[in-house]
């Protein structure tokens, strides 16, 4: 079992990017995905969550109108699209499951985890 996200980089102010999120040895579309980010010297913290009937998402207040999560079962991927980057969204960014059908923030209710890609806001 396996998660991988990738797809960062550095972008400008107001740029976008598009995060993945790809599993080995489960499919995705039978659990709930979350995207996390941690600054340095922060916690992680919950940005996005797609619940695992595809019925729910939810997003950080400030990620609200700039990022979409969404699936692709067909290529068993998450992806979140992430425009009108601000500086204040540099951070590692992590996609994350849980079995349970709803949605949480908090990172300790997820079980597996993919390794983090790197996002950087700067001019």
């Known amino acids: 079992v396996q998660l991988q996200a990738f797809g960062g980089g550095l972008v400008q102010p107001g740029g976008s990017l598009r995060l993945s999120c790809a599993a080995s040895?489960?499919?995705?579309?039978?659990?709930?995905i979350g995207w996390f980010r941690q600054a340095p010297g922060k916690e992680r913290e919950g940005v996005s969550c797609?619940?695992?009937?595809?019925?729910?998402?939810v997003y950080k207040d400030s990620a609200k109108g700039r990022f979409t999560i969404s699936r692709d079962n067909a290529k068993n991927t998450v992806s979140l699209q992430m425009n009108s980057l601000k500086p204040e969204d540099t951070a590692v960014y992590f996609c994350?499951?849980?079995?349970?059908?709803?949605?949480?923030?908090?990172?300790?209710?997820?079980?597996?985890w993919g390794q983090g890609t790197q996002v950087t806001v700067s001019s």
């Open positions: 797609v619940s695992r009937t595809n019925e729910s998402t």
């Open positions: 994350a499951s849980r079995p349970s059908y709803y949605c949480s923030g908090n990172p300790e209710a997820y079980a597996y």
């Open positions: 040895g489960f499919t995705l579309a039978d659990y709930t």
